[in-house]
């Protein structure tokens, strides 16, 4: 990002890029953790660390580098296991103004879902697989 900076391409909690990937300097393109761009779904400035939006990203970059780009639409979504606990979360959760618990607490098999108004936002998900893909299909 430094030499970004230095090159005096736009940086903005990360090196800003359009909805192809492209910089300020329209031939410099940024995926992954070093980008930072408007989210088509959110309208919130983003830079998300995960490697499924790096891939996303990745792939988009080629194809703009071949000139078909498209704008870029990925939903994100990220998961970890710690200990017998498996998080999944897919969408963007900030900026919702409710929230529903689905599950059983007591269990550590649970989900939130996130809302805007009635437009779902997110969805965070323990040991319940299934919600975290229902949410993938519904966001995307």
Known sequence: VELAETAGITVAN??????Q???SAPDILAIGDA??????????D??????????DQARLAARTILGHADAYSAVPWFWSDIGDMKL???GLTSGGDSHVVAGDLTENK???YHYAGSR???IESV??????MLGRKMLG
């Open 120 to 122: 779902l936002l997110g």
């Open 127 to 132: 040991n319940r697989p299934g919600d975290h």
């Open 46 to 55: 983003v830079r998300l660390e995960s490697v499924q939006n790096a891939t």
């Open 14 to 19: 990360g090196i800003r890029v359009d909805q």
């Open 21 to 23: 990937m492209r910089s």
């Open 88 to 90: 999944q979360m897919v």
């Open 110 to 112: 649970f989900s939130i």
């Open 35 to 44: 980008a930072s761009y408007r989210h088509w779904f959110t309208g919130a």
